[in-house]
């Protein structure tokens, strides 16, 4: 089967290598542009691209993919279908009618679950415990087309959302061939996905990834892990500045603080057993000796890494000897 390939950052390439290593033709990849650097100066290509044209591959790389000269573009290519993975823009009908068959994307939830541009992310936000990925057939509708092909995987308690991708990206490589292969032999049997269970990943932004403190430590963890590595967790430092941070791990048993107040967990256990509830907050805090702890709306939890602007990350340990804070700082109260 002649296939069109449209994706563009690091998760979409393992599809695209395993169709090229397929019984299927890629006869052509459409990507982003290159893209400006943070520094604005130089452009870089999507990981796509550089995948592509490694294979040397045929690559376009249009501003507005469903432009009337790109659609004609396509269907001169005389394409059977298209295999879509985290493209970055929206296929209009006039595009989706440009190949024989169908255009067929590879979703990473269990539709109709997490529609949209952020299912990983809002996945792990949400607490879900299984999530997976779907190919379906490309409609108008947003992520609404009947499922051909379904994966599933279990969260892992420490996921990041770059965590999750990677491996749902890899295992959807080959779920994205056999639903193809199953389309090009007439095997196929796409299920409309319905109207129950629907939820929706809108695309987080800055806000969604500012640590309100006052929430509960497992509601903090399962929030910075989702934004992890972008759009990255932040939160402002005593002095007003906004530092990125890394996963944390909450601490239950410790000594309760104040939302957002930071300290170093405790050095040692209580000397006595008189005050019980002293020596176990002591005692919780040991497997965490020289962690910087910071307070939520139950019990703390233990940064790993910390940013402060204009900063290469680095172990919350070194920043809060270089930081000289003292015990009754408040992270994300400016």
């Known amino acids: 089967m002649r296939l069109i390939f449209a994706g563009t950052p690091q998760i979409a390439v393992p599809t695209l290598e395993a169709l090229i290593a397929s019984e299927h033709e890629v006869v052509a990849v459409l990507t982003q542009?290159?893209?400006r650097g943070k520094r604005g100066k130089t452009l870089h290509p999507s990981p796509v691209k550089v995948a592509a044209l490694e294979h040397g591959l045929p690559v376009l790389t249009p501003e507005k993919a469903s432009a009337p000269d790109v659609v004609a573009q396509i269907a001169a290519?005389?394409?059977?279908?298209?295999?879509?993975v985290a493209y970055g823009q929206i296929l209009k009908p006039?595009?989706?009618?440009?190949?024989?068959?169908a255009w067929v994307n590879l979703h990473f939830s269990l539709l109709p679950q997490w529609?949209?541009?952020?299912p990983v992310q809002r996945a792990i936000m949400a607490g879900d415990e299984i999530t997976g990925a779907s190919t379906f057939v490309i409609e108008k509708?947003?992520?609404?087309?009947p499922v051909i092909g379904t994966l599933t995987e279990f969260l892992r308690?420490?996921?990041t959302s770059g965590d999750l991708l990677e491996r749902l990206g890899e295992a959807g490589a080959p779920l994205m061939v056999q639903s193809l292969t199953a389309l090009d032999m007439g095997q196929a049997s796409p299920l409309a996905q319905g109207d129950q269970d629907v939820s929706y990943a809108h695309k987080l932004t800055r806000e969604d990834a500012y640590v309100r403190w006052e929430l509960a430590a497992h509601v903090v963890d399962r929030q910075i892990r989702g934004c992890t590595p972008a759009p990255g967790a932040w939160t402002t430092l005593p002095d007003g500045t906004v530092a990125k941070l890394?996963?944390?791990t909450p601490v239950p048993g410790a000594a309760t603080t104040v939302p957002g107040q930071v300290r170093l967990a405790a050095d040692d256990q209580a000397a006595d057993g008189?005050?019980?509830s002293a020596a176990a907050s002591d005692a919780a805090e040991q497997g965490h000796k020289g962690a910087v702890l910071v307070g939520t709306g139950t019990h703390p939890v233990a940064l790993s890494w910390i940013a402060p602007a204009g900063k290469k990350p680095m172990q919350a340990s070194d920043w809060w000897r270089g930081a000289r804070l003292g015990d009754a700082a408040i992270l994300g109260d400016s």
Do not use: F, H, Q, S
Request: net charge negative; hydrophobic share 45%; no cysteine.
């Open 274 to 276: 008189g005050d019980e």
């Open 94 to 101: 006039e595009l989706l009618d440009a190949v024989r068959l």
């Open 141 to 145: 509708g947003l992520d609404t087309g």
């Open 115 to 118: 529609r949209g541009a952020a």
């Open 33 to 35: 542009p290159d893209a």
């Open 246 to 248: 890394g996963p944390v």
């Open 77 to 84: 290519l005389d394409a059977d279908a298209a295999a879509v």
């Open 157 to 159: 308690a420490t996921d």
